[in-house]
Antibody, heavy 115, light 109 residues
Framework: EVQLVESGGGLVQPGGSLRLSCAAS????????MNWVRQAPGKGLEWVSY????????YYADSVKGRFTISRDNAKNSLYLQMNSLRAEDTAVYYC????????WGQGTLVTVSS | QSALTQPRSVSGSPGQSVTISCTGT?????????VSWYQQHPGKAPKLMIY???KRPSGVPDRFSGSKSGNTASLTISGLQAEDEADYYC?????????FGGGTKLTVL
């Protein structure tokens, strides 16, 4: 069974940092492109970042460029998102999604940026 | 990159057909045959329903179909069922990024 399990969300003050993790199982993680997609409360989906299967190609949405860093560890079947200089508008449920298109999704982890 | 434009809501009765549009530009929807559609029930993760404009993943009923003309993609759901009531999002490749539509709430009357 395919599973993607996000962790690392929580409450953080504006300007703070968080590191999200996504643990993958049930498929060949190292063969899949991976993405982070977020959803603000009551709002739609927003693509955040992409990383190729090898990690050699990375893209970011303009809204997070320079503040967020995506990475992966294929030996650990894990995807990461380092989020720095967090703002109130980064408050959202963050999903990791496997494939492009996004075949598999995790259940998400909530990030709340508030003082 | 601006979000793709979808109607905020559509509705239909059981057994009927509905179509949800997704309008972009020549830099996204019109420029690539990489449009996908996702279904999201409240409190749940999105689910891939259509990819590459008109292809269905294994397990998705053939009541769901996709198409594209110019800068507008469409998702058609025929033979509406109660469980189809959900939010639907289109997504397009746009060069070095992905872009989603704002989402459409489908109500089954």
């Amino acid at each position: 069974e395919v599973q993607l399990v996000e962790s690392g969300g929580g409450l953080v003050q504006p300007g703070g940092s968080l590191r999200l993790s996504c643990a993958a199982s049930g498929f060949t993680f190292s063969s899949y492109e991976m993405n982070w997609v977020r959803q603000a409360p009551g709002k739609g989906l927003e693509w955040v970042s992409y990383i190729s299967s090898s990690g050699s190609t990375i893209y970011y949405a303009d809204s997070v460029k320079g503040r967020f860093t995506i990475s992966r560890d294929n030996a650990k079947n894990s995807l990461y998102l380092q989020m720095n200089s967090l703002r109130a508008e980064d408050t959202a449920v963050y999903y990791c999604a496997a494939g492009d298109p996004h075949d598999y999704w995790g259940q998400g982890t909530l990030v709340t940026v508030s003082s | 990159q601006s979000a793709l434009t979808q109607p905020r809501s559509v509705s239909g009765s059981p057994g009927q057909s509905v179509t949800i549009s997704c309008t972009g530009t020549s830099s996204d929807v019109g420029g690539y045959n990489y449009v996908s559609w996702y279904q999201q029930h409240p409190g749940k993760a999105p689910k891939l329903m259509i990819y590459d404009v008109s292809k269905r993943p294994s397990g998705v009923p053939d009541r769901f179909s996709g198409s594209k003309s110019g800068n507008t993609a469409s998702l058609t759901i025929s033979g509406l069922q109660a469980e189809d009531e959900a939010d639907y999002y289109c997504c397009s490749y746009a060069g070095r990024e992905g872009v989603f539509g704002g989402g459409t709430k489908l109500t089954v009357l």
